[in-house]
């Protein structure tokens, strides 16, 4: 258990990468982390695309809004994960939502992506999460179907440099027991 909870606190978002490529047999290590993720009723709703082009990278830092601390790392990165959800399928029964907060995508697809960044830190590989963009001009770029939507956008590389571990709330400061 403390290996894994060392994994946990290590693991950094990553904003500049070197220029080096990832082997092939560790990026289907961290896509099989993908495959093996949770989801509700085992739906599996994701779809995920491998971006390695840099004209479609570049087409993808165009979709970040201004001042995005995570456009050179687009653009950067060797390969960007593009975590799209299959839409109304996870958190659904009989084409109908079970739950108060409907369709359970994000839910899934946040799991998805902390699986695929745990599992790439463990091979000295960096990520970051993108989640401020255009969704709609990203899902155009990338050709996504409808009923799909893109959720999150993952460079993936070695770090250029350490990231600093930003303070953490104390346990106390956010859990509360039996009651609000």
Same mark, same amino acid.
Request: glycine share 6%; net charge negative.
């Given at each position: 258990?403390?290996?894994?909870? +060392?994994?946990?606190?290590?693991?950094?978002?990553?904003?500049?990468?070197?220029?080096?490529?990832?082997?092939? #047999?560790?990026?289907?290590?961290?896509? +099989?982390?993908?495959?093996?993720?949770?989801?509700?009723?085992?739906?599996?709703?994701? #779809?995920? %695309?491998?971006?390695?082009?840099?004209?479609?990278?570049? &087409? =993808?830092?165009? !979709?970040?809004?201004?001042?995005?601390?995570?456009?050179?790392?687009?653009? #950067?990165?060797?390969?960007?994960?593009?975590?799209?959800?299959?839409?109304?399928?996870?958190?659904?029964?009989?084409?109908?939502? !079970?739950? &108060?907060?409907?369709?359970?995508?994000?839910?899934?697809?946040? %799991?998805?992506?902390?699986?695929?960044?745990?599992?790439?830190?463990?091979?000295? =590989?960096?990520?970051?999460?993108?989640?401020?963009?255009?969704?709609?001009?990203?899902?155009?770029?990338? &050709?996504?179907?409808?009923?799909?939507?893109?959720?999150?956008?993952?460079?993936?590389?070695?770090?250029?440099?350490?990231?600093?571990?930003?303070?953490?709330?104390? %346990?106390? +400061?956010?859990?509360?027991?039996? !009651?609000?």
């Amino acid at each position: 258990m403390s290996d894994f909870m +060392e994994i946990i606190k290590k693991r950094r978002g990553i904003r500049r990468y070197q220029d080096q490529e990832i082997p092939k #047999e560790d990026l289907n290590q961290v896509l +099989e982390a993908i495959r093996w993720s949770p989801s509700w009723a085992n739906t599996q709703c994701w #779809e995920v %695309i491998v971006i390695k082009d840099s004209a479609i990278k570049q &087409k =993808l830092q165009e !979709t970040l809004s201004t001042g995005n601390p995570a456009t050179n790392a687009i653009g #950067e990165a060797p390969v960007v994960i593009a975590f799209c959800g299959k839409l109304e399928h996870s958190g659904y029964k009989k084409g109908q939502a !079970t739950t &108060k907060f409907g369709d359970w995508f994000m839910f899934d697809l946040g %799991i998805a992506t902390q699986s695929l960044c745990l599992a790439a830190h463990t091979l000295n =590989l960096g990520t970051v999460i993108v989640g401020l963009f255009d969704q709609d001009k990203a899902k155009n770029v990338l &050709k996504v179907p409808e009923g799909y939507e893109v959720v999150a956008l993952v460079p993936l590389g070695y770090p250029a440099k350490e990231a600093i571990t930003p303070p953490r709330k104390e %346990i106390d +400061e956010f859990v509360h027991y039996d !009651t609000f």
